[in-house]
Nanobody, 121 residues
Framework: VQLVESGGGSVQPGGSLNLSCVITGDTYGRGYVGWFRQTPGKEREVVAS???????EYADSVKGRFTISQGNAENTLYLQMNSLKSEDTAMYFCAARPPGTYPHLWFGYDHWGQGTQVTVS
């Protein structure tokens, strides 16, 4: 299984970015995926997640600004980020988890991408 993120970059506050994650290999079916972010010295935190029934969850800090979605072929995951703030600056990772794990806990995910940097300044 391989996950590869793209779409990161530098943007001014208030701007937008759309992150993509291409998933190759067999994961766990539709859903069971999420986006996380991490800054140096801090623990990795969930940004948004999808469950197998299509339910999405968001960190309070990004609600109303970020949208997670999965392509029809389920091998592509997206994170649309609008109204970006300086505090959104981080390395962003996509990840996949097995059934029975909690979508908001990073340690339940067992497949990770290498990350894409988002800088808002």
């Amino acid at each position: 299984v391989q996950l590869v993120e793209s779409g990161g970059g530098s943007v001014q506050p208030g701007g937008s970015l759309n992150l993509s994650c291409v998933i190759t290999g067999d994961t766990y079916g539709r859903g069971y995926v999420g986006w996380f972010r991490q800054t140096p010295g801090k623990e990795r935190e969930v940004v948004a997640s999808l469950d197998s029934d299509g339910t999405s969850e968001y960190a309070d800090s990004v609600k109303g600004r970020f949208t997670i979605s999965q392509g029809n072929a389920e091998n592509t995951l997206y994170l649309q980020m609008n109204s970006l703030k300086s505090e959104d600056t981080a390395m962003y990772f996509c990840a996949a988890r097995p059934p029975g794990t909690y979508p908001h806990l990073w340690f339940g995910y067992d497949h990770w991408g290498q990350g894409t940097q988002v800088t808002v300044s």
